[in-house]
């Protein structure tokens, strides 16, 4: 049985929850490059790691046009705006 969006919220860290409150903000979208540079620095396997458990979780989508443009769902979307995640 597939886990609650919020279960799902539950599980993941604060650097995610300050990210995603961030890209939402910003618009909803982002490459892995930006993410880089939207985390703290670090090695580029680490953003695109994290992004990959993201959209596992259900939180982010690739664009389909552009592989490698990320965007937030629109759960994550309603969540941040009502919940101030």
Known sequence: ???SFRGRL???DEVSHA???LLVALGGYCTAQQTK???RPGPDTKARARMRT???L???RRVTKYPVVYR???ATTRLVETFRL
């Open 72 to 74: 937030t769902t629109k």
């Open 37 to 39: 540079s939207l985390l």
């Open 54 to 56: 993201l959209e596992r």
């Open 19 to 21: 990210f995603l409150k």
């Open 58 to 60: 259900g939180f982010l």
């Open 10 to 12: 539950l599980s993941i």
């Open 1 to 3: 049985m597939e886990r």
